[in-house]
């Protein structure tokens, strides 16, 4: 299991002990861009300045680039990667203050400026300049330069003189990398040093790429005579059941059949577990591994009685859980949507834009990452007890964070029972999982976050026939027509986000 203790201790200290005031007029700034990492998220604001939580606040903070406006960012491991207007990259530290540090000259010693793209995975980075070129800093994850990844590279030029570059994403397995004339081109991951890049076999120029931190890459290829700016998409690699299919393929291979799509796709991204696109009608679909409701279809696996650590409310974070199967299913209907925002490097949550520049997020919200001021103050053992489900609408330039307690959910059906005669009564009941103020106060004017039981279902699990439950979704309720032996019902409930609870009763009925 992933943890970040030193992050949970510090973040709790801010919601207790408050911290500086807002610095912005929230009313007059709107998000431009979201920036996610692991533990940590910052928003892009439309001044131009990076905010974020940081330690002391108890609202998004100023993170300083030199007096410089922010043109565009990616995440890292709980830091952020920042260009600036000259096109110089500006690095967040994980020291939990607002100090960033600029990256002056590349590994020949010339200024490190120009650059108009980047990308971000764990320690590893990314940039595309104005000429094309891609260069990469950080640790030698990818096995570029040398066989181990443990040296920390200055940025040096990994494309080949004379290409030219648009979009480069790293993943897990792959850099991937599209050119301005729609080639798609991969640096795998490999043991022996490998610094050049692989072309792959698409039918047509690529409009878009994507790339996953499991074993899956794709590109979007227009329809012959269709829009050049949108398209549909063409797949590769083994983990063929976060995309829902079940063969995998070494060259893009289109599953638009699969995915039983008709209109083309003009924006797709992945975070670590899922794919999320927005079609051309505006329309957000969302596929993969399910476990913490990142599909945001209003499901998730983890907050269920017979997930292995429950009622603990935490991932196993095991892979491969719980996909969600093809083709991919609409989400946050109702909506126009514009851009989506996530990362590759173990982020269980997402973020996504509409036409009218309102951010929603949904998924796992450790550490506040939701941008909805809700922060579990266990959530280094419960870190899904404030999961999100569907994308929900949030304002994290002005929202208060404010910490709360976790309370684990439980059941009772009730203590065993010896009856004689053909009745008995079951009674059951259930708590849902409640996080309640950590504060005297609660600075967001909430002092309750939790669930409700939304349904109760008895069941009779084993003992002679004829025994019939008169009303088995009351939690209390009358069984008839038992007869001498021994019988065993279940009592199950759900809770507003999915969860289950089970508990069993024995009731033995003797002789008259």
């Not at 796709?265 to 899922?274: D, L, S, Y």
């Not at 009608?281 to 650590?309: D, W």
């Not at 996504?352 to 579990?376: C, H, M, P, T």
């Not at 009674?427 to 349904?455: E, H, Q, W």
């Given at each position: 299991m992933r943890k970040n203790k030193h992050w949970r201790i510090l973040f709790l200290a801010c919601l207790i002990a408050g911290g500086p005031a807002f610095s912005q007029d929230a009313e007059h700034v709107y998000v431009k861009k979201v920036i996610v990492a692991e533990y940590r998220v910052w928003y892009l604001g439309s001044d131009g300045v990076v905010y974020g939580y940081n330690n002391g606040s108890v609202r998004p903070v100023p993170f300083p680039i030199g007096g410089k406006r922010a043109v565009t960012g990616a995440g890292g491991f709980n830091v952020f990667r920042v260009l600036d207007e000259d096109g110089y990259l500006w690095t967040s530290q994980t020291n939990y203050t607002t100090n960033t540090i600029r990256t002056d000259v590349d590994a020949s010693g010339k200024p490190f400026n120009g650059n108009v793209f980047v990308d971000a995975y764990a320690n590893c980075t990314v940039t595309i300049q104005q000429d094309g070129s891609i260069w990469f800093l950080g640790n030698d994850y990818y096995h570029l330069f040398q066989k181990t990844d443990d040296r920390v590279y200055p940025?040096?030029?990994?494309?080949?003189?004379?290409?030219?570059?648009?979009?480069v994403l790293l993943g897990g397995?792959?850099?991937?990398?599209?050119?301005?004339d729609g080639q798609v081109y991969e640096w795998l991951r490999t043991p022996n040093p490998n610094p050049?890049?692989?072309?792959?076999?698409?039918?047509?120029?690529?409009?878009?790429?994507?790339?996953?931190?499991?074993?899956?890459?794709?590109?979007?290829?227009?329809?012959?005579?269709?829009?050049?700016?949108?398209?549909?998409?063409?797949v590769w690699g083994a983990t063929t059941s976060m995309y829902g299919g079940t063969q995998a393929y070494?060259?893009?291979?289109?599953?638009?059949?699969?995915?039983?799509?008709?209109?083309?796709?003009?924006?797709?991204?992945?975070?670590?577990?899922?794919?999320?696109?927005?079609?051309?009608?505006?329309?957000?679909?969302?596929?993969?591994?399910?476990?913490?409701?990142?599909?945001?279809?209003?499901?998730?696996?983890?907050?269920?009685?017979?997930?292995?650590?429950?009622?603990?409310?935490?991932?196993?974070?095991?892979?491969?859980?719980?996909?969600?199967?093809?083709p991919p299913v609409q989400i946050g209907m109702g909506v126009k949507w514009k851009h989506l925002y996530?990362?590759?490097?173990?982020?269980?949550?997402?973020?996504?834009?509409?036409e009218q520049d309102s951010i929603y997020s949904w998924g796992r919200n450790k550490a506040a990452v939701l941008g909805n001021g809700l922060f579990n103050v266990q959530d280094q053992y419960s870190c899904n007890a404030l999961d999100v489900l569907k994308p929900t609408m949030v304002h994290p330039l002005s929202v208060t964070a404010q910490g709360y307690n976790f309370t684990p959910p439980t059941i009772d059906a009730g203590p065993d029972q010896v009856v004689t005669g053909t009745e008995a009564r079951l009674s059951g009941k259930a708590i849902p999982p409640l996080l309640i103020k950590a504060t005297p106060m609660a600075a967001n004017g909430i002092d309750t976050v939790g669930y409700t039981i939304v349904s109760y279902?008895?069941?009779?699990?084993?003992?002679?026939?004829?025994?019939?439950?008169?009303?088995p979704d009351s939690p209390v309720t009358t069984v008839k027509g038992l007869v001498p032996g021994i019988y065993t019902f279940n009592l199950q409930t759900v809770d507003s986000n999915t969860g289950t609870l089970s508990d069993d009763i024995n009731i033995t009925v003797k002789q008259k």
């Amino acid at each position: 299991m992933r943890k970040n203790k030193h992050w949970r201790i510090l973040f709790l200290a801010c919601l207790i002990a408050g911290g500086p005031a807002f610095s912005q007029d929230a009313e007059h700034v709107y998000v431009k861009k979201v920036i996610v990492a692991e533990y940590r998220v910052w928003y892009l604001g439309s001044d131009g300045v990076v905010y974020g939580y940081n330690n002391g606040s108890v609202r998004p903070v100023p993170f300083p680039i030199g007096g410089k406006r922010a043109v565009t960012g990616a995440g890292g491991f709980n830091v952020f990667r920042v260009l600036d207007e000259d096109g110089y990259l500006w690095t967040s530290q994980t020291n939990y203050t607002t100090n960033t540090i600029r990256t002056d000259v590349d590994a020949s010693g010339k200024p490190f400026n120009g650059n108009v793209f980047v990308d971000a995975y764990a320690n590893c980075t990314v940039t595309i300049q104005q000429d094309g070129s891609i260069w990469f800093l950080g640790n030698d994850y990818y096995h570029l330069f040398q066989k181990t990844d443990d040296r920390v590279y200055p940025p040096t030029r990994i494309s080949p003189p004379g290409m030219k570059f648009k979009k480069v994403l790293l993943g897990g397995y792959r850099i991937l990398a599209l050119t301005t004339d729609g080639q798609v081109y991969e640096w795998l991951r490999t043991p022996n040093p490998n610094p050049n890049p692989v072309k792959k076999n698409i039918p047509r120029p690529a409009c878009d790429i994507f790339n996953a931190h499991h074993n899956v890459a794709g590109a979007i290829i227009p329809d012959p005579g269709g829009s050049k700016s949108m398209g549909y998409p063409y797949v590769w690699g083994a983990t063929t059941s976060m995309y829902g299919g079940t063969q995998a393929y070494t060259q893009p291979t289109s599953i638009k059949a699969l995915w039983k799509m008709k209109v083309p796709i003009k924006e797709i991204i992945t975070n670590v577990n899922t794919i999320h696109y927005i079609d051309s009608l505006g329309r957000m679909f969302g596929i993969g591994f399910n476990a913490s409701g990142e599909v945001g279809n209003g499901q998730e696996f983890i907050n269920k009685y017979n997930y292995p650590g429950f009622p603990g409310y935490g991932s196993t974070f095991a892979d491969y859980q719980f996909p969600s199967g093809a083709p991919p299913v609409q989400i946050g209907m109702g909506v126009k949507w514009k851009h989506l925002y996530s990362n590759n490097w173990f982020t269980f949550f997402k973020y996504a834009q509409d036409e009218q520049d309102s951010i929603y997020s949904w998924g796992r919200n450790k550490a506040a990452v939701l941008g909805n001021g809700l922060f579990n103050v266990q959530d280094q053992y419960s870190c899904n007890a404030l999961d999100v489900l569907k994308p929900t609408m949030v304002h994290p330039l002005s929202v208060t964070a404010q910490g709360y307690n976790f309370t684990p959910p439980t059941i009772d059906a009730g203590p065993d029972q010896v009856v004689t005669g053909t009745e008995a009564r079951l009674s059951g009941k259930a708590i849902p999982p409640l996080l309640i103020k950590a504060t005297p106060m609660a600075a967001n004017g909430i002092d309750t976050v939790g669930y409700t039981i939304v349904s109760y279902k008895w069941t009779k699990v084993k003992g002679p026939a004829g025994a019939k439950i008169t009303n088995p979704d009351s939690p209390v309720t009358t069984v008839k027509g038992l007869v001498p032996g021994i019988y065993t019902f279940n009592l199950q409930t759900v809770d507003s986000n999915t969860g289950t609870l089970s508990d069993d009763i024995n009731i033995t009925v003797k002789q008259k």
